[in-house]
């Protein structure tokens, strides 16, 4: 696969989202030592910031819910031990301004422009991403997805521990863990860990349905650090997030 770009950040990247509307990955960063958190958006074929940060910054204890056509949807939350919700804002990064609150509402799901919340009664409502106003019940109420995984297995693959030997005969590690598996432009997907005696081990594969190898890349980490390496993809192009600082994009031809 070619890569496509690599963007990297001083600051912790915390969780990434894909506004699919606009092409964007939106980048949820923080800086623990500050308590400070922001957000910058990049564009998922070219790279380039098409957002920096917003001028009066969210909360701390707040997590991100939802992105999608230049608005990012967050719950607050009283501290993480906890977590009951203090209600929900609406940013738009477009125009860098606070679109909308509503204290009385849970995130539930999203489709679209279409958020679906429980207030305070447990009662569940749909509500108008663009204003946070109550809105009708979509046509389409398939959830939307952070990312576009697909975790269903092959029927070649017919249990998980079918799938673990074929990757151990593969790799020629004794064991792995952390499986993740994925179907990508009908290409096969296998994340995965392994230890050797010295070193621990993940590894990205991507495959065709005949079991061969189109790409595949490995990092290794001493017994005492813990991996961290993520990744999701998007039509054509996956990318990879290493140790909460690089993204780096491949596309997947």
Not at 11 to 18: N, R, S, T
Not at 50 to 65: E, I, L, S
Not at 215 to 240: A, D, G, M, Y
Request: glycine fraction near 4%; include cysteine; hydrophobic fraction near 40%.
């Amino acid at each position: 696969m070619k890569e496509k770009f690599a963007w990297e950040s001083e600051d912790v990247i915390w969780e990434v989202w894909l506004d699919s509307a606009l092409g964007n990955l939106v980048l949820e960063v923080r800086k623990p030592t500050e308590r400070s958190l922001n957000f910058i958006a990049i564009h998922a074929e070219l790279g380039h910031v098409v957002f920096d940060g917003f001028d009066q910054q969210p909360d701390w204890w707040a997590k991100t819910r939802y992105a999608h056509s230049g608005m990012l949807v967050m719950e607050r939350y009283n501290n993480p031990d906890l977590p009951e919700t203090l209600g929900l804002l609406a940013y738009n990064y477009l125009i860098n301004s606070l679109a909308w609150e509503n204290p009385f509402l849970r995130f539930s799901h999203a489709v679209d422009q279409s958020l679906c919340c429980q207030t305070t009664q447990q009662e569940s409502l749909w509500i108008a991403l663009i204003d946070g106003e109550q809105t009708t019940t979509p046509t389409e109420t398939r959830e939307s997805k952070q990312f576009d995984h697909v975790q269903l297995l092959r029927p070649d693959f017919r249990s998980y521990n079918d799938l673990i030997a074929f990757i151990v005969q593969k790799s020629g590690f004794t064991e792995v863990q952390n499986l993740y598996y994925g179907e990508p432009q009908s290409k096969i997907m296998l994340g995965f860990e392994a230890q050797t005696e010295t070193n621990k081990i993940q590894c990205l594969w991507l495959l065709n349905t005949d079991g061969v190898t189109l790409w595949e890349k490995k990092w290794e980490f001493n017994h005492n650090s813990q991996p961290l390496i993520q990744f999701f993809w998007s039509e054509n192009t996956l990318f990879v997030l290493e140790n909460q600082h690089l993204i780096t994009a491949y596309e997947l031809d």
